[in-house]
């Protein structure tokens, strides 16, 4: 797995300063209609890690493996 830093607004009317950061462990993550979705993959299936609505999204940045 890598490890990923997510940085993203808390709500959709905040400013950046309210930015919130966290780090997650996955196998990757992709931008799905409405969202940005961090996964696992665990045998024949992906497992969400993480959902945030992608006009949240500020940042993801790769920061290291597992």
């Known amino acids: ?3 990923y830093r997510v940085m993203y607004k808390p ?3 905040a400013n950046e300063l309210a930015a919130r950061t966290e780090e997650v462990y996955a196998d990757g993550w992709r931008v ?3 969202k ?3 996964f696992a993959h665990e045998q024949d299936s ?3 890690v993480l959902d945030i609505p992608k006009t949240r999204v500020m940042r993801i940045q790769e920061i290291g493996a597992g």
Request: avoid cysteine; aromatic fraction near 0%.
């Open 1 to 3: 797995m890598k490890k």
């Open 11 to 13: 709500t959709e009317n």
């Open 32 to 34: 799905e209609t409405d």
């Open 36 to 38: 940005v979705v961090l």
């Open 46 to 48: 992906d497992i969400l």
